[in-house]
DNA sequence: CCCTTAGTGAACTCATAGTC
DNA sequence: GACTATGAGTTCACTAAGGG
């Protein structure tokens, strides 16, 4: 999408206006894009805090970070300790014995069940999103982060991508691959994924880049986020497309993010309570509308210009290109910037009663205010 | 320069159980 | 009966690199 044509739209845009805000960032991508490339100072807003404090990574810097200090500090000792770890020695043990069946991963979720007081991810998720090993290092790597503020959710955040890379499940977190047939060989590659390497990796990435002006994150509802905006803003919304709670889907990094010593976690998701997760009402079937029209209403007394992108067709959580169009259109005077076709995978899709690949027509909505 | 191979993703949605 | 939460399933098209 930033490749074609949303980027330089955003770009273009962003330096009439005081400042850019990115109401549901996500994985960060949009609000990094324009805090990297523009004099214009950022704020990320998200429900989730994980997805906070990736942004912040990006936001909170203005220079590159000494990587290579850091994770000879940071990580040097976070392995020094965990290899110290009495469960490392069971955990190299379980890994040493490898093999493609359901014994050896209900094995790891044995270990697993031994207390562990490093952390909540070993008995929350060891043996289920992640390896025994991949587990006790992730605990050990949280519980060791710096405690410079900024310097702490750069680590933290290379600690989240992490995961999200090494974790057995297609992509998102709402339950990890059961070692069945056919998917058992998807947990074994997942598990054989060093998390010490991808936590470097992503360390290494976060730490040469930064934003030009530092930006700030807010991490909380996107309606309540619209009290603090003004007409010098320029507003990005990219709001949620399904009808099922992204929590759900994220909520391992989540936790990972909040800083939680010890979790109690239920069913084959390992969810934490539902209390503990948030919930949207823009991804909820029977608010999302109503959600939707007050958020724009409110934006368009703020006078804040948008740029707003969805699917054009229908949503699961019953939003559409046509309903956003129809109510862009009562607060604000719309621009139809273009619409992008495109290809994205369903990821878990099979081809068979549900597609792997969906065609995809982005709509892309420039949205001014009306007294302009 | 063309063909083959290897690597890699901006992650969903249906059916059913559960709750009020 | 209406609505929501959870379980279940579990890429393949595209690009870049490499080889002939």
Redesign the pocket.
């Known amino acids: 999408?930033?490749?074609n044509g949303?980027?330089k739209l955003l770009l273009s845009e962003s330096e009439h206006f005081d400042r850019f805000v990115d109401l549901f960032t996500?994985?960060g991508?949009?609000a990094c894009y324009v805090a990297e490339n523009t004099k214009v100072p950022v704020m990320a807003v998200d429900l989730q805090a994980y997805s906070t404090v990736l942004a912040q990574a990006i936001l909170g810097r203005t220079k590159q970070s000494n990587s290579i200090d850091i994770i000879k500090k940071w990580i040097g000792t976070a392995i020094s300790l965990r290899n110290k770890d009495p469960l490392w020695e069971k955990v190299e043990a379980h890994a040493r014995a490898v093999r493609k069946t359901k014994k050896w991963v209900l094995d790891a979720r044995k270990l697993c069940g031994t207390e562990s007081k490093i952390g909540p991810i070993w008995n929350a998720y060891g043996g289920h999103y992640f390896s025994p090993a991949q587990a006790l290092t992730f605990d050990y790597l949280l519980a060791d982060l710096p405690k410079e503020k900024n310097r702490r959710n750069l680590c933290l955040a290379a600690c989240i991508s992490a995961a999200s890379e090494c974790v057995a499940?297609?992509?998102?977190t709402?339950?990890?691959?059961?070692p069945?047939k056919?998917?058992i060989s998807?947990i074994l590659d997942a598990w054989q994924r060093d998390a010490i390497v991808y936590c470097k990796k992503n360390l290494i990435d976060l730490a040469s880049r930064h934003a030009q002006i530092t930006g700030k994150v807010i991490t909380g509802d996107a309606l309540n986020a619209v009290d603090k905006l003004n007409s010098k803003d320029l507003v990005f919304i990219?709001p949620p497309?399904?009808s099922?709670?992204?929590s759900?889907?994220y909520h391992v990094l989540e936790t990972m993010a909040r800083g939680y010593q010890k979790i109690s976690v239920?069913?084959?998701?390992r969810?934490i309570p539902?209390k503990d997760?948030p919930?949207s009402q823009f991804s909820?079937?029977?608010?999302a509308k109503a959600a939707l029209k007050s958020l724009i209403r409110k934006l368009a007394a703020k006078e804040c210009t948008v740029i707003f992108t969805f699917p054009s067709g229908e949503?699961?959580n019953g939003l559409s290109g046509d309903y956003i169009r129809q109510i862009a259109g009562e607060f604000y005077k719309v621009e139809d910037y273009t619409t992008i076709n495109g290809?994205?995978?369903?990821?878990?899709?099979?081809?068979e009663?549900?597609d792997?690949?969906?065609t995809s027509s982005e709509l892309i909505l420039l949205m001014m205010p009306k007294s302009e």
């Open positions: 999408m930033l490749k949303l980027g996500g994985a991508f949009v499940s297609p992509g998102h709402a339950q990890p691959f059961q069945t056919s998917a998807f990219d497309y399904s099922v709670q992204y759900r889907f239920e069913g084959v998701g969810y539902i997760r919930q909820n079937t029977s608010q949503a699961s290809k994205f995978s369903t990821l878990g899709g099979n081809n009663g549900r792997a690949r969906k």
